[in-house]
């Protein structure tokens, strides 16, 4: 028996269900973006792209957190 997953990553079978992309895309937008603190991203992410604020804040923590080494 798996463990359930746990943190950011838990949300993204919803986000891509609700937004039908893969989580690989939604990744590389954020590592594209000229954006740099948290917040801008989140935002860019919600305007730009419609994601709501907990999607968007999840593959930001999520992307960022990997992206770290943590």
Known sequence: MTAPVKGPASYFPAIEKKYGRPIADWQALVRSSPLTRH?????????????????????????????SGK
Not at 48 to 67: I, K, Q
Request: avoid cysteine; charged fraction near 25%; charge should be negative.
């Open 39 to 67: 917040m801008e991203l989140v935002d860019w992410l919600k305007t730009e792209h419609g994601l709501g604020h907990g999607h968007a804040n999840a593959l930001v923590a999520h992307t960022r957190a990997e992206d």
